[in-house]
């Protein structure tokens, strides 16, 4: 629950609510009510460390070449592409953890990995936006590390490599827009 207090890094153990004889977070009875019979106590002791500041994930478009409907042999296929990086600045000292997680945004269900589902302004139909990284589809709502990320000597840039490309969705293509988003979310430990 955010109380608009300043957070401070210190230590878990001793948290208001505790008795220095008996310092549990929680007590669990598996007696009756009155108290009689076995219970168990959990202990917690930690520092908690304070750091300032986050990692910032500058917006991008990636624009598509144009593509003949011609260039695809069927649902599945992909055809043409486009490079692109995903950046990451400023990212502070301390974490033990930076992850992030490409969400796709959108409602619609979609049928291959990586997929993107087609945006408002979309006027295409049978085909879509596949996001690749490394040479396979993209991973969508999973926290991935940002393994070169260091605790100690941490980089004012990361740069991960991703591509862009259409991908047949069905059996036959119109022409038109094709337009798909995703947001990158962080997490920090």
Not at 95 to 121: C, D, H, I, K, M
Not at 131 to 151: D, H, I, Q, R, W
Not at 165 to 181: A, E, F, K, L, W
């Amino acid at each position: 629950m955010a109380t608009g207090e300043t957070i401070t890094g210190g230590s878990l153990k001793g948290l208001s609510g505790t008795s220095s004889s008996s310092p549990a977070y929680f007590t669990f009875n598996l007696g009756n009510i009155t108290g009689g019979g076995p219970f168990y106590q959990f202990f917690l002791a930690a520092t908690v460390q304070a750091i300032a500041g986050t990692c910032t994930v500058p917006g991008q478009s990636v624009t598509l070449p144009g593509v003949s409907s011609t260039k695809f042999a069927g649902p599945g296929t992909p055809a043409g592409g486009q490079s692109f990086s995903i950046q990451f600045t400023g990212c502070p000292a301390g974490f033990n953890r930076v992850g992030y997680t490409l969400q796709p945004l959108g409602s619609a269900a979609t049928q291959y990995a990586g997929e993107l589902p087609l945006s408002a302004g979309s006027t295409a139909t049978g085909v879509g936006i596949q996001v690749m990284s490394g040479g396979s589809a993209a991973t969508f709502n999973t926290s991935l590390p940002l393994s070169a990320y260091s605790k100690t000597a941490p980089s004012n840039l990361y740069s991960l490599p991703f591509s862009a490309r259409y991908i047949q969705t069905g059996s036959t293509i119109t022409p038109g827009t094709v337009n798909g988003q995703m947001q990158v979310l962080m997490d920090y430990q």
